[in-house]
């Protein structure tokens, strides 16, 4: 059993590393060099197979299925890395170009050297492109296409806009940008396996996460519940700035509030439990004392790890309504799941037993406060991304 959780911990552990290198990687040389040579790579998948194997070893070695909130846990990271591998190699992503007037049944996949085309089963045709400005400014406020759907049923209009997709046939088409001369450009996602898969992989996941805070002790659901209090006021304070600000038009989203209240959230509970952290080994010869502490930290430890695990895949959502693709590496989201892989790790005191001893565990808490700070600062000052605004 030992020999499992090693090779386990070492699997992790690399993971991270080499999640942190990619980050670099792609700053170094760019998005498209990343995704071929690092997260893309067939060595990659390999990684994230043998943590999948290793985990699903140590659930049978720990019979993890006579606990249904952790076998249930466990079944969703499973069941999301399986939706991942099945978008990557069924799942196809290209762009087309409308122009007013002009039918098309052709998209294309590929980058600016080699473009492939690939056939619709039904046509597209532009009526008309519109920006819309915020009212009295020419700021823009959206961008809409207005398009006509044809296939062997008849014609169909729809309006496709930021965060308004067109859905038809396992085909997903989202605005992403124009021309001066009037002509739409459309993200086109075809992925019939794989975001079922992950989907379901998420529902599970905060089902096993909701189930995990309530059977915590009583102190902990008290924390848990003056958390989520802070959670839902930060959430309509957001929504309300987001209603009355001149916000980018991807932004406008009822998702922007809840992903962003519920990472931030999460980071506040983690900056407490470095304090604590710190507070603790400032005496640390007194064994009462930092078990007391110990007992405060891990209080909300579980409801940091659940808030941060849901808050990643609200913008895993949200991407994918968005932009047709819930994730992309960017390097936002990969520093926001070594987070979470970093956080989750004392979450398993039973089986890597140092987490059990509370010096040990304040030190952990306050060197894996690092990794928020990179998430949330470093990112944006060194490593760029679509989340760098």
């Known amino acids: 059993m030992k020999e499992i959780r090693h090779i386990l911990s070492v699997l992790v552990i690399v993971m991270i590393a080499v999640l942190a290198a990619g980050t670099i990687v792609e700053r170094l040389h760019g998005t498209e060099f990343a995704l071929s040579h690092v997260y893309g790579s067939w060595w990659f998948v390999g990684l994230w197979a043998l943590i999948a194997v290793f985990m699903v070893w140590m659930a049978v070695k720990y019979h993890i299925w006579k606990h249904f909130v952790v076998c249930a846990l466990h079944l969703s990271i499973l069941l999301i890395l399986l939706g991942a591998l099945l978008t990557m190699l069924t799942g196809q992503q290209g762009r087309m170009m409308l122009k007013p007037g002009e039918t098309t049944h052709t998209f294309y996949i590929g980058n600016e050297v080699e473009n492939h085309p690939v056939e619709l089963p039904f046509t597209l045709t532009l009526d008309h492109f519109e920006v819309v400005n915020y009212p009295e400014t020419h700021k823009p406020m959206d961008f809409v296409s207005h398009i006509v759907i044809g296939d062997t049923s008849g014609d169909e209009e729809f309006t496709i806009s930021m965060n308004h997709i067109l859905r038809r046939q396992h085909y997903r088409f989202y605005q992403t940008d124009y021309d001066e001369a009037g002509n739409s450009i459309l993200s086109v996602s075809h992925d019939p396996w794989g975001i079922g898969v992950t989907y379901a992989g998420y529902v599970l996941l905060l089902v096993a996460l909701v189930m995990m805070l309530l059977k915590q002790p009583k102190t902990y659901k008290a924390v848990t519940i003056s958390w989520i209090v802070v959670l839902v006021v930060l959430a309509v304070l957001l929504h309300i700035r987001m209603l009355t600000h001149q916000l980018l038009p991807v932004l406008r989203s009822p998702f922007f509030s809840l992903h962003i209240s519920t990472i931030v959230t999460a980071y506040a509970l983690l900056l407490a439990i470095m304090i604590t952290g710190i507070i603790a080994l400032v005496k640390p010869k007194d064994k009462e004392r930092l078990e007391r502490l110990k007992t405060l930290s891990k209080s909300m430890l579980y409801p940091a790890v659940a808030l941060l695990a849901i808050g990643i895949f609200i913008g895993a959502v949200w991407a994918n309504v968005s932009w047709g693709n819930y994730w992309s590496w960017d390097p936002k989201e990969v520093w926001a799941l070594i987070t979470l892989l970093i956080y989750a790790a004392p979450l398993h005191e039973k089986i890597w037993k140092s ?28 490593l760029g991304g679509v989340h760098a605004y």
């Open 355 to 382: 987490f059990q001893k509370p010096v040990f565990f304040h030190i952990y808490g306050i060197l894996a406060f690092l990794s928020v700070l990179i998430t949330y600062f470093g990112v944006n000052l060194l």
